[in-house]
């Protein structure tokens, strides 16, 4: 259930209530693809650094270890001791990561593993069924994203399919949902906007699935080819055709500058590999910008990463301390930093409602919007 407790502009502050717990709003999912942060980061640390959600991967878990199998160990969140929300990829992505190695029909997806080139088929019932047995609080409905620029035919074809699928996906979920056997049987359902950059195919596409009535709903194929100036145009085109009354959800985005953003433009919740993927090569956000920890000139830095920041690193190492672990090939270089960049995130997000609640939203966003972006 979403509550919506007070709007500055297009900015929402709000809840969404869920049967793993009430998620905060505005707020950041963290990206455990195959069940846990790349960089040795766990659930249990993710309870550390204000996690909220947990985002797994229905592809890469159908692959290894195997859906079945986490089913019988109790689904994803027993599988990964993570006690809140688990929000699930449809496999969706795939479509457009394994570009090379799948053939998209009306049923489904065929796509070779990009493991061991074991073929395997994906649509929407397969989609729902796996995500089912891994029991996340959040399924996303299974889709196309198309890579940016795009042909209007192409995307117009797409955006049609993509509705067909997901009608399949609530069909099946309802279906999965009044099972006994089901792990999660108020397993949720978000559907996904697409159309590319075409404004008209955004707003038909958005019309046609918001009279699903899902539990929410996201923008889709963004962050994948168009400029920074594109994405929050789309983003200005869908927002008023999506329901008041639901959470938004923009996806596989972005920096934190994206986030304040998106956010004033009135988006919910967001998701990116960016901060534990960029923390894994030594870049480092901070409140005054972004750092490289590999530079020279941190050698003989005592300072934390931030100064302005109580994560469990900043409060315990030094810069120079972290740049000897990358330097010396130490896994837990890379373990401090992603720990670190979700802290940052999370606070941002956390900072983002606060400033929401005290209506000084536009201050914070003013502050922010540019610093953030330094590289220092």
């Known amino acids: 259930m ?33 069940g846990a942060i790349k960089g040795a980061v766990s659930a249990i640390d993710l309870k550390n650094i204000k996690c909220q959600v947990q985002l797994c991967n229905t592809y890469h878990l159908h692959l290894r270890p195997g859906d079945e199998i986490v089913r019988k160990l109790g689904g994803i969140r027993e599988f ?16 457009f990561s394994l570009a090379k190695l799948r053939n998209i029909k009306e049923e489904g997806v065929e796509f070779s593993s990009h493991i061991n080139g074991r073929k395997i088929f994906m649509g929407p019932e397969e989609s729902m069924r796996i995500q089912s047995n891994l029991g996340s609080t959040i399924a996303m409905a299974f889709d196309e994203c198309i890579k940016n620029p795009a042909e209007y035919k192409y995307t117009k074809d797409s955006c049609e399919r993509t509705y067909r699928w997901l009608k399949r996906c609530k069909a099946e979920m309802d279906k999965l ?18 159309g590319s950059t075409y404004k008209d195919l955004r707003i038909e596409h958005m019309k046609k699935i918001r009279e699903l009535n899902l539990d929410g709903y996201a923008i889709g194929g ?23 009354d639901k959470p938004r959800y923009l ?15 009135g988006v919910d919740l967001f998701d990116c590999v960016m901060p534990s993927r960029n923390a894994r090569h030594g870049h480092i956000f901070t409140w005054n910008g972004i750092i490289n920890i590999m530079n020279a000139k ?6 934390p990463i931030d100064e302005n920041c109580d994560c469990p690193t900043c409060k315990n190492h030094t810069r120079a301390y972290i740049r000897h672990l990358f330097k010396s090939g130490e896994m837990l270089a890379m373990r401090l930093s992603v720990i670190h960049n979700l802290y940052f995130y999370n606070t941002l ?3 983002i409602r606060e400033s929401l609640d005290s209506d000084q939203f ?11 972006g330094i590289r220092l």
């Open 2 to 34: 979403y509550k919506l407790i007070k709007k500055i502009e297009n900015a929402r502050r709000s809840e969404f209530k869920t049967p793993h717990g009430t998620v905060q709003l505005p707020g950041f999912m963290n990206v455990a693809t195959c």
């Open 80 to 95: 990964t001791s993570w006690e809140g929300p688990v929000l699930t990829d449809s496999g969706g992505f795939q479509v």
């Open 177 to 194: 949902n009044s099972l006994e056997s089901t792990i999660n049987r108020e397993q949720m359902l978000f559907g996904i906007n697409q």
């Open 222 to 244: 963004l962050a994948v080819g168009e400029t920074a100036e594109e994405m929050y145009k789309v983003i200005e085109d869908v927002i008023p055709y999506m329901p008041e």
């Open 251 to 265: 996806m596989g985005v972005g920096t934190p500058i994206n986030i304040l953003e998106a956010v004033k433009r």
């Open 298 to 303: 941190y050698e003989l830095d005592d300072r």
């Open 349 to 351: 997000m956390e900072k």
């Open 362 to 372: 536009s201050t914070f966003y003013k502050e922010n919007v540019e610093r953030l």
